[in-house]
């Protein structure tokens, strides 16, 4: 694996934070801009899962490409050029009136998203020495949630003061901090310039699979489970806090921030215990334990019966899920291949948020037939029931990688050069 050679690049690591920080916020600040116009125009909630479907769309299917563009295209490259893109699609998508037009850019949007997303995942483990990496990885998820913080908030202030075209606007200049970064870093990867190791990378890249790894398999495949099981909260919460709880559009951007705010404080608060942890099993593991505390977060939050009670809930039920944010990204920086890298996080993005998928349009269906309080706990009682499900294929994928230990040695060096180093984005 290759990470930086003599001192971490921490100037280039400051800059693909603050990239991925305000480019998060545009994305969350339209995402919900238009949301809150949905449901206030008298919209259900198949035309709220409609709306993320296709926000969510090109990111999966996608994916087979935009990892190989990642880790074959030179870096500055991508950046510059989707984030371009994506600021001109969000300045049409201000001026857009017809709702099929309005899916079409966004679905465009998130085709932008699909391509950015795994090169500065992939990018941060090159700036740094695997010693740094649990700082760099800290700092990159707490940039992204703070944006994810920052922009439902904002989305409700701007829209309840001006309606949506402001936000979307506003979201229009945040991509041009991608363009930004893109020529500022100097750090780069994929086509001639990449940073990766010049002969090996390249030729061991080709072999590599997912499906060739238990562990990264079965961790992909509990996290797909438990997202598309309780994904269906990202539709019913807006009727949920709306509707049910009676709140305004303010509120609803505040309370929709603490789940964020809790990734923050999880990403830091187990980014220190990860350093600890060298044995690849033990995360896996962990990681589960804090999905299941993610599912009880949304189970108890169906019983408040005011809005500002969910903020302690969903503070919770962040800090489980920022913390299994790291442990799931220091397992794919330890045992995969420099060189796949922008795959491997191109496939596990596409997996969550296909799963993120059917969550909202199961989220669509229930609540034409359901009231959103009984959802908000169904949901919860699912994602717990997924996780008590998925603790046996985490067992055994634990136990066969304890057992193959002591047979293969330091012969696999995705796994030997990296088993003790470093956590996660």
């Known amino acids: 694996m290759s990470f930086a050679s003599g001192r971490s690049r921490w100037p280039d690591v400051w800059l693909a934070t603050a990239a991925r920080g305000v480019s998060s916020c545009g994305d969350f600040l339209a995402a919900s801009a238009l949301t809150l116009a949905l449901q206030s125009a008298g919209a259900g909630g198949l035309a709220v899962s409609g709306l993320l479907l296709a926000a969510t769309l090109p990111l999966v299917a996608l994916a087979p490409l935009t990892g190989r563009l990642a880790d074959r295209v030179d870096s500055r490259v991508l950046l510059v050029v989707a984030g371009l893109a994506q600021a001109a699609i969000c300045l049409a998508l201000?001026?857009?009136?017809?709702?099929?037009?309005?899916?079409?850019?966004?679905?465009?949007?998130?085709?932008?998203?699909?391509?950015?997303?795994?090169?500065?995942?992939?990018?941060?483990?090159?700036?740094?020495?695997?010693?740094?990496?649990?700082?760099?990885?800290?700092?990159?998820?707490?940039?992204?949630?703070?944006?994810?913080?920052?922009?439902?908030?904002?989305?409700?202030?701007?829209?309840?003061?001006?309606?949506?075209?402001?936000?979307?606007?506003?979201?229009?200049?945040?991509?041009?901090?991608?363009?930004?970064?893109?020529?500022?870093?100097?750090?780069?990867?994929?086509?001639?310039?990449?940073?990766?190791?010049?002969?090996?990378?390249?030729?061991r890249a080709p072999a590599w699979r997912f499906r060739a790894d238990p562990l990264l398999m079965v961790m992909v495949g509990s996290l797909a489970a438990?997202?598309?099981?309780?994904?269906?909260?990202?539709?019913?919460?807006?009727?949920?806090?709306?509707?049910?709880?009676?709140?305004?559009?303010?509120?609803?951007?505040?309370?929709?921030?603490?789940?964020?705010?809790?990734?923050?404080?999880?990403?830091?608060?187990?980014?220190?215990?990860?350093?600890?942890?060298s044995d690849d099993g033990a995360l896996l593991g962990a990681g589960l334990v804090l999905l299941g505390g993610c599912c009880l977060a949304v189970l108890a939050s169906a019983a408040v019966p005011s809005a500002w009670l969910l903020v302690p809930i969903w503070l919770v039920g962040g800090v489980g899920n920022g913390g299994d944010n790291v442990f799931n990204n220091l397992l794919l920086a330890r045992r995969v291949p420099e060189a796949a890298r922008g795959r491997a996080y191109a496939v596990f993005g596409a997996a969550a948020q296909g799963a993120g998928m059917a969550g909202y349009l199961i989220g669509g269906l229930l609540l034409e037939v359901a009231a959103p309080r009984p959802l908000v706990a169904g949901c919860g009682v699912a994602g717990m029931l997924v996780v008590v499900a998925a603790a046996w294929p985490v067992w055994r994928a634990v136990r066969a990688e304890r057992s193959a230990r002591p047979v293969a040695g330091s012969g696999s060096e995705p796994r030997g050069e990296l088993a003790t180093s470093f956590p996660s984005r």
């Open 226 to 277: 438990v997202i598309a099981a309780v994904g269906a909260i990202n539709v019913i919460e807006v009727f949920f806090i709306r509707e049910t709880l009676h709140s305004t559009t303010t509120v609803y951007g505040l309370v929709t921030g603490a789940w964020p705010l809790g990734i923050v404080l999880g990403g830091w608060l187990f980014a220190r215990l990860a350093r600890r942890l």
């Open 94 to 203: 201000a001026y857009a009136g017809h709702p099929a037009l309005v899916i079409a850019l966004v679905a465009l949007l998130a085709a932008g998203l699909a391509v950015t997303q795994p090169v500065l995942s992939a990018l941060v483990p090159v700036m740094v020495r695997a010693e740094d990496l649990p700082r760099a990885g800290a700092l990159n998820q707490t940039a992204g949630t703070l944006g994810a913080l920052a922009g439902p908030a904002l989305a409700g202030l701007l829209v309840g003061q001006f309606g949506t075209r402001v936000p979307l606007l506003v979201d229009a200049v945040s991509y041009l901090a991608l363009v930004a970064a893109g020529l500022l870093i100097r750090t780069r990867r994929g086509g001639r310039r990449s940073t990766a190791p010049a002969a090996g990378g390249a030729t």
